[in-house]
């Protein structure tokens, strides 16, 4: 049947119809665009590899021409080096054969003088203050009539006398015309060329000195800039190479001078290399602003672009270096770009015709296609979803229940259902009408939405029961959570049209097990739970299990109890001393919880520390031990009896909420005006082993901040010790495990010993816990163990306790029997 005019004229009808017209088309310009960058990279590489080779090339040449120019300096001093003296004829003799090695290695006198233009080398012998004027009457007596030691001048008219406490003047230079103004003028007085000359002594190796004013002589014309590079000869070298001995035996310094762009434009000159490039050198690591040193560019030879101007471009880059100095060569194309893309834009076109032909072909056939598709819509809709609140129906919730078993049984994380119903429901429908139910449930779907995370899957049943779809529920404190969150949200009253509702809910929670049968299985088991929750009063959760139920309840009851102790001040810090085993001195004190239950009396961390683990109680927990434990630090060291170290125990989960922890620690720290190295942080391994996997930056942090690592319980972590190396720690705590049977089993003590050992080879500190007998204590200190903590020197004991112990100093060991297994820090 044909679409009516009508329906196809409708603007609704217009657009679904142009979709998959649309489509074709973003499809055609997404393989014109996708077939246009493939051509053009291909073009582009081809361009870029010649390019580089071109740039690559000329980058060898430029390095090679400095290292062919400048190792004649190095040569020199090989001749210094084997000569008792050098006097100037042997000096000229000498330096001009090196010149007569032109560029090219030729015997032509053009390539000859050309070498010898481009670059200076100078000898200028060591000459201390108190030698200077016995030096200056010696080389006039040699011949140099007028010599004196000058300052360095950029022109030879102005030659005021330096006094100096040490001097490098200029004795002989090398070149075809002989500057008798450069003959006397002292390197040192220079400051650029006195702290090239101070490099080159330090290291012994060549320094120089890039982008300095050249003199007005024969070789530079005025305000000319180049390089300026030192090399020391010594009369004899000392084995070190280094040390006052080194300088005693100081010759002179060997220099040579060139103007940059006269010596690289005679290298790029004498190259055979195609001149299809621009080059622009820079000083190393320069400002992006600084002009270059050197630039070549084929349109103008006069252009100086910025380094920022020539790094927008397509470039290349090196470095080139003489001795410690270094500039950043880069490379540019000449013209636009590297290519113009013709062959790309010839595979554009030839596309872009094709797409059009199928775009008009598919325009005749799609309104048939357009009504089958929005009816199929519309039932799809209709088979999935609850009319009044769009949640997924019964059908649907069924379907992700089934998905969400499979999964489970392939290996993914175990699922909860939580099956609940609205308490009472029939009476508003009877009181106030239907209408005003719907109403209400669609306020309950937005609370429900609320407390529900992005994964979970919420469905309507029917009526006014609810099925929710709980993933990664690993824990089945998880799910009793929502289930108390969910009624949290329900309690808040509901108004409707003036009309203010309170509302409770019954709610039945099944877990995965690979015991259920099926799917359907795991939904009768909610529902039965939620028949269980509505016998007992309603307005209460319970679980398909009866056992599990029970201790789940617990875990909760135990949770609120312990995060309402908090408040209440039940919390108390107690101590046990750390001593050193030698003398007795009390070094450090570990900060143990304990918990003064209203009922039960004081509780150890044993019986809560797990829940609040489970349950996510051990956060605000930690936080309150960090921030108690600081204050306590703070009193001790206003009353100048403070402990080396307070150490306080890390759990996992603290560990887990990285930006919590780090934040807690800077915030007591600075609260309570503490050094941040007086707290220890207590670690596992097998905590410690995991975070350095996945939390490494938070312990970083932690060291950052100043506060110190220990691994507790060392050697119960069945981990490898690869940890580390991979984190510093401070100190390993010998588990007391090891400890108790140290002086009855070899093994237990040849355990103790390596873990000895190994902390020393490391750096670490190291101490033992459950130190309960004096012959534990001899074996330790036999051992290499410098401190200990356990029952053989003091329980935990309160704050008050504590501080009298640190105000006496040191503790004298309880000569009684052994307490029993495990004793320290609990």
Known sequence: MQDSPEAIGSRPARLALAWPLVAVGALGAAVAVAAWVAVAVWEERLALARFADVAGDYATALQYGLDHHVEDLAKVRAFYDASVSVDPEEFELFTSRLHTVGTRHTDDEADRVNHTSLMRIEWSPRVLGSQRAAFERAERAKGHADFNITRWSLTDRIKPRAPHAEYFPVLYASGPAEDEALIGMDLNSEPVRSETIRRALVTDQMAAAQNIDLREDHDHDGGARGVFAALPVYRERTSDGAGPSRGQSLYGILSVTFETRRLINAIVDGSVLPKTVNLHLFRAKADDSAAPVYARTVADKDQALSKADVEALPHWAATLAVGDASWDLL????????????????????????????????????????????????????????????????????????????????????????????????????????????????????????????????????????????????????????????????????????????????????????????????????????????????????????????????????????????????????????????????????????????????????????????????????????????????????????????????????????????????????????????????????????????????????????????????????????????????????????????????????????????????????????????????????????QGQGYYFSKPVPASDATALLRAGRIEPKATAQQGRFTSAA
């Open 331 to 786: 490379v540019t194309p000449t013209g636009r770009g590297l290519t113009d893309y013709y062959r790309a834009w010839f595979v554009v076109a030839m596309i872009g015709l094709i797409f059009a032909a199928v775009i008009a072909y598919m325009w005749t056939s799609l309104s048939h296609a357009l009504r089958l598709e929005s009816a199929n819509r519309k039932i799809t809709q209709l088979a999935q979803t609850d009319n009044l609140t769009e949640l997924a129906n019964r059908r649907a919730f069924l379907k992700r229940l089934k998905m969400a078993f499979s999964a489970s049984l392939r290996g993914a994380p175990p699922f909860a259902v939580l099956y609940l119903d609205i308490d009472d429901f029939k009476d508003v429908n009877d009181t106030l009408g239907h209408g005003m139910g719907d109403e209400l449930l669609k306020e309950v779907v937005i609370r429900l939405k609320q407390v529900v995370r992005t994964d979970d899957v919420v469905a309507r049943i029917g009526g006014d029961e609810f099925a929710i779809l709980a993933t990664k529920m690993a824990d089945p404190t998880m799910a009793a959570t929502l289930a108390s969150r969910i009624h949290e949200a329900l309690a808040t009253p509901i108004f409707i049209d003036g009309h203010k509702l309170s509302v409770t809910s019954s709610i039945g929670i099944a877990l995965f097990s690979r015991d259920v049968a099926s799917p359907e299985a795991l939904m009768v088991q909610a529902d039965l739970a939620l028949y269980g929750a509505k016998d007992e009063g309603r307005n209460c959760y319970r679980f398909h299990s009866e056992d599990l139920d029970l201790q789940v309840h617990e875990r909760v009851r135990v949770a609120d109890e312990l995060r309402a102790a908090i408040d209440d001040g039940e919390m108390e810090l107690y101590y046990q001393p750390q001593v050193d085993l030698s003398s007795g001195r009390l070094t450090g004190l570990e900060a143990l919880v304990r918990w003064n239950h209203k009922t039960r009396g004081l509780l150890t961390p044993g019986s809560f520390i797990t829940t609040a683990e489970r349950t996510g109680a051990i956060l605000p927990l930690g936080q309150w031990i960090l921030d108690d434990a600081c204050r306590q630090m703070k009193d001790w060291r206003a009353e100048g009896i403070a402990p080396d170290v307070l150490a306080i125990n890390i759990s996992g989960v603290q560990l887990k909420n990285a930006a919590d922890i780090e934040q807690e620690f800077e915030t007591s720290i600075a609260k309570w005006n503490i050094n941040p190295s007086d707290i220890e942080l207590e670690l596992t391994e097998s905590v410690l082993m995991a975070a350095t996997q996945r939390h490494s930056d938070t312990l970083e942090n932690l060291r950052r901040l100043g506060a110190r690592i220990a691994i507790d319980d060392f050697g119960t972590g069945y981990s490898s010790l690869k940890y580390l190396t991979t984190y510093p720690v401070n100190r390993l705590k010998l588990a007391q495990e090891f400890v108790f049977r140290v002086t009855v089993d070899y093994r237990n003590a040849a355990v103790v010993r390596a873990a000895i050992r190994l902390a020393h080879e490391l750096g670490f500190d190291v101490i033992a816990e459950g130190v309960e007998t004096e012959a534990q204590m001899r074996f330790l200190i036999g051992a290499g163990c410098e």
